[in-house]
């Protein structure tokens, strides 16, 4: 089980090479981001050969699956996404399913469960995993149509497929439906990515609701190998040194349970030494 950082919600600012070389100076090894296409993918390739950075997840291009009108134009977006993929090394693509259409629900299960089915050949062909992921619609996704975990693991099933998965979201799950360690660990099997961040807020994980350092260790005892991406907002973080600072202190809090530091996200306040990423056991 390893560690990956969101570089679009944790690290502000738009120059992505000089966010990969901060996060290898904390000894982070992954990062994922959300859109590639507004991106120069070159620059990116050429700061991952200079740090020794993995690409651990990047997203499609946000097209509707519950639309089966959509499908033609959904998987010329994802053949985009899988070129760019195989250009920067990525095995994890994550796709949103869309909002709800207003047509029955059934019908847009369908859609999704027949629109990813559609996906499999590429994904059979170049070892990459397309991960589904269910979002909150009472906070931050209004509209969205997958929310339930259940109905997630439900489409897994139904794809059949080992790289067609589910992205588990803590963040979200914990605010739609709660029971996360339970859900995880019966479903472990079925999940190809995590995102995890406090709550409420969507802050640090080490200022949650959520005892992220347990949650974690149930992960890795379950078998996961895989990453869990942080995609969190740093609360009071204007620049990158300010959010590498307060990231050290939340990976710090996670491996040591260390008490609540004053003055995050301030620069000069407190200073950790290197976290390595990995599992916290």
């Known amino acids: 089980m390893n560690i990956s950082v969101c570089i679009?919600?944790?690290?502000?600012?738009?120059?992505?090479?000089?966010?990969?070389?901060?996060?290898?100076?904390?000894?982070?090894?992954?990062?994922?981001?959300?859109?590639?296409?507004?991106?120069?993918?070159?620059?990116?390739?050429?700061?991952?050969?200079?740090?020794?950075l993995s690409l651990a997840a990047m997203c499609t291009r946000f097209i509707s699956l519950t639309n089966p009108a959509r499908r033609t134009e959904y998987l010329e977006g994802f053949q985009?996404?899988?070129?760019?993929?195989?250009?920067?090394g990525c095995k994890t693509l994550i796709s949103q399913v869309g909002d709800d259409t207003?047509?029955?629900?059934?019908?847009?299960?369908?859609?999704?469960?027949?629109?990813?089915?559609?996906?499999?050949?590429?994904?059979?062909?170049?070892?990459?995993?397309?991960?589904?992921?269910p979002l909150n619609t009472l906070i931050d996704h209004k509209g969205y149509y997958l929310w339930q975990s259940s109905e997630g693991f439900d489409i897994i099933r139904k794809v059949n497929s080992p790289n067609v998965r589910l992205l588990y979201d803590m963040y979200h799950q914990q605010i739609m439906e709660g029971n996360i360690i339970n859900t995880i660990t019966a479903n472990i099997n079925l999940i190809g990515h995590f995102h995890a961040a406090g709550l409420p807020g969507r802050g640090a994980l080490d200022e949650s609701e959520l005892d992220y350092r347990y949650i974690f260790n149930a992960i890795y005892k379950a078998g996961y190998t895989k990453y869990i991406g942080l995609e969190y907002f740093p609360a009071g973080c204007v620049t990158r040194h300010e959010a590498c600072e307060d990231l050290k202190i939340s990976l710090a809090a996670l491996e040591h349970r260390l008490p609540a530091v004053n003055g995050r996200g301030s620069p000069g306040k407190t200073s950790i030494i290197n976290v390595p990423s990995g599992s916290f056991q």
């Open 8 to 52: 679009d919600a944790v690290l502000p600012g738009n120059d992505e090479a000089q966010k990969l070389h901060d996060l290898q100076s904390i000894g982070i090894s992954a990062f994922e981001f959300w859109a590639w296409w507004d991106k120069d993918l070159v620059t990116i390739k050429k700061a991952m050969d200079d740090t020794g």
């Open 80 to 88: 985009d996404s899988i070129a760019a993929a195989h250009k920067l």
């Open 102 to 133: 207003g047509a029955d629900r059934n019908i847009q299960h369908t859609s999704i469960v027949d629109g990813l089915k559609a996906c499999l050949p590429s994904l059979e062909k170049t070892d990459i995993t397309l991960v589904i992921e």
